[in-house]
């Protein structure tokens, strides 16, 4: 059971931000197609949705040396 | 969730970063202190320059700056077309649809008027779904007739016989252009499907442009002396405020002024009650005033849906108002206008 609440905890993450990140990623492009000149900062914008995927990731490590 | 939806992040980001390169009020009042030749110099470097050096062989001086705006703005929002997927897509190339009319309207006038092909090209507007080719071709074409059949099997799009006759009867292009612009109104609504807020927005914006068409259509009849049904027959179906009963009150009234003051009730009326001029038969003010108004409407929703169709109609009317406006500033500037009669032909 601990074994499928990590895999559900770290999956369900990953599914979260990779609907956070389709609309930022798309965005991000769209402006650095017309401003090359952002490409930084937009890729901070694309990746902040990925930190959802490191709380999964904790709540998994926790689940298996805490519980 | 992924068939025909549109790639709306992509493209509204695309727009605004387009809509900051804009020129701004500031941008017209320098202007406005120019000569034809620095407006042209400032436009370069304000987004035009690769237009105005593609056809500084060709043309010179206003030509110049005429051809260039219009080329910028075809080459914009065909960027625009081509960044749209989905149903975004569908909606964009329903809105540019009106540049293909355009350039029918302009094509068929340049020839009534025995105009040659150069003269023809100089306001043409390949923003629709008519390239410079296509419309080379239209304009190579001899009669009318051609024009019309090769135009209708460009665009997928026939023209019927009845209105073909109509116009070949009278020889007036009243005919044909007033079915098109009905047309486009038409398939624009059809496509625009009410599926959500920002589409019922679109709608919205659609059917009062559709509002200050026809209000601008009865105005500018009443100036003909065209009044009651003679009148009715030019208005478009479709508007949010003038219907069909509305638009008969309007046309039954005797003068310019009086048709103001019936429109009084509508959205419109504020923005148009300080421009109508009672003593002077020009409209110019009243429509500037409508322009205004349209402009205040894209304004006021551009910013609710960052993700939909708006930010990108929003977008394609600023463009279109800031082409508009340059052009009547340089005009303005090089028939020696005064300022002040030049500013209050911009809308700002």
């Given at each position: 059971?601990i074994a499928?609440?990590?895999?559900?905890?770290?999956?369900?993450?990953?599914?979260?931000?990779?609907?956070?990140?389709?609309d930022a990623?798309?965005?991000a492009?769209g402006a650095i197609?017309e401003?090359?000149?952002?490409?930084g900062?937009?890729?901070i914008?694309?990746?902040?949705?990925?930190?959802?995927?490191?709380?999964?990731?904790?709540?998994?490590?926790?689940a298996f040396?805490?519980? | 969730?992924?068939?025909?939806?549109g790639?709306?992040?992509?493209a509204?980001?695309?727009?605004?970063?387009?809509k900051a390169?804009l020129?701004?009020?500031e941008d017209y009042?320098?202007m406005?202190?120019?000569?034809?030749?620095?407006?042209?110099?400032?436009i370069?470097?304000?987004g035009?320059?690769?237009e105005?050096?593609d056809?500084?062989?060709?043309?010179s001086?206003?030509?110049?700056l005429e051809?260039?705006?219009?080329?910028?703005?075809?080459?914009?929002?065909g960027s625009i077309?081509?960044a749209?997927t989905?149903?975004?897509?569908?909606?964009?190339?329903a809105?540019?649809?009106?540049?293909?009319n355009?350039?029918?309207?302009?094509?068929?006038?340049g020839?009534?008027?025995?105009?040659?092909?150069?003269?023809?090209?100089?306001?043409l507007?390949p923003?629709?779904?008519?390239?410079?080719?296509?419309l080379?071709?239209?304009?190579s074409?001899?009669?009318?007739?051609?024009?019309?059949?090769?135009?209708s099997?460009?665009?997928?799009?026939?023209?019927?016989q009845?209105?073909?006759s109509?116009?070949?009867?009278?020889?007036n292009?009243a005919?044909i252009e007033d079915?098109?612009?009905?047309?486009?109104?038409?398939h624009l609504?059809?496509?625009?499907?009410?599926?959500?807020?920002?589409?019922?927005?679109f709608?919205?914006?659609v059917s009062?442009?559709i509002d200050?068409?026809n209000?601008?259509?009865i105005?500018?009849?009443?100036?003909?002396?065209?009044?009651?049904?003679?009148?009715?027959?030019?208005?478009?179906?479709g508007?949010?405020?003038?219907?069909?009963?509305a638009?008969?009150?309007?046309?039954?009234t005797?003068t310019?002024?009086?048709?103001?003051?019936e429109?009084s009730?509508m959205?419109?009326?504020?923005?148009?009650?300080d421009?109508?001029d009672p003593?002077?038969a020009s409209?110019?003010?009243?429509v500037s005033g409508?322009?205004r108004?349209e402009m205040m409407?894209?304004?006021?929703?551009?910013?609710?849906?960052?993700?939909?169709?708006i930010?990108v109609?929003?977008y394609m009317?600023?463009?279109?108002?800031?082409?508009?406006?340059?052009?009547?500033?340089?005009?303005g500037a090089?028939?020696g206008?005064?300022?002040?009669?030049?500013?209050?032909?911009?809308v700002?």
């Amino acid at each position: 059971m601990i074994a499928i609440g990590a895999g559900l905890a770290v999956g369900l993450a990953g599914i979260g931000s990779g609907l956070g990140e389709k609309d930022a990623a798309a965005a991000a492009i769209g402006a650095i197609t017309e401003d090359p000149s952002v490409f930084g900062r937009a890729l901070i914008f694309v990746v902040l949705p990925e930190t959802i995927v490191i709380f999964g990731l904790v709540i998994a490590i926790m689940a298996f040396f805490v519980l | 969730m992924f068939g025909r939806k549109g790639n709306y992040a992509y493209a509204a980001a695309r727009v605004k970063a387009k809509k900051a390169h804009l020129l701004g009020e500031e941008d017209y009042s320098k202007m406005l202190m120019m000569t034809p030749q620095e407006i042209s110099r400032y436009i370069s470097e304000a987004g035009y320059a690769k237009e105005m050096a593609d056809l500084a062989n060709r043309e010179s001086g206003l030509n110049l700056l005429e051809r260039a705006t219009y080329a910028n703005m075809a080459n914009i929002f065909g960027s625009i077309l081509l960044a749209s997927t989905g149903d975004l897509r569908d909606m964009v190339s329903a809105y540019l649809t009106k540049w293909d009319n355009w350039n029918l309207k302009v094509i068929l006038r340049g020839k009534s008027y025995g105009l040659d092909a150069d003269g023809i090209r100089e306001d043409l507007v390949p923003a629709g779904s008519l390239g410079a080719e296509s419309l080379d071709k239209l304009i190579s074409m001899e009669s009318e007739e051609d024009i019309l059949a090769a135009f209708s099997k460009m665009t997928h799009s026939a023209i019927p016989q009845e209105v073909v006759s109509a116009y070949k009867a009278k020889s007036n292009l009243a005919e044909i252009e007033d079915f098109l612009d009905r047309r486009y109104y038409e398939h624009l609504l059809d496509v625009i499907r009410p599926v959500d807020r920002p589409s019922f927005i679109f709608r919205d914006y659609v059917s009062k442009e559709i509002d200050v068409r026809n209000f601008e259509t009865i105005l500018k009849l009443k100036l003909d002396g065209v009044r009651g049904e003679q009148a009715m027959k030019y208005i478009i179906p479709g508007g949010k405020q003038i219907d069909a009963k509305a638009a008969a009150q309007l046309a039954a009234t005797e003068t310019v002024a009086e048709a103001v003051a019936e429109a009084s009730q509508m959205g419109f009326y504020e923005d148009i009650k300080d421009a109508i001029d009672p003593q002077a038969a020009s409209i110019r003010k009243v429509v500037s005033g409508m322009k205004r108004y349209e402009m205040m409407q894209s304004k006021k929703f551009s910013h609710l849906y960052p993700l939909s169709v708006i930010p990108v109609l929003d977008y394609m009317i600023h463009k279109e108002n800031e082409v508009n406006n340059i052009r009547t500033v340089a005009r303005g500037a090089e028939s020696g206008l005064d300022r002040e009669v030049i500013k209050g032909l911009l809308v700002i």
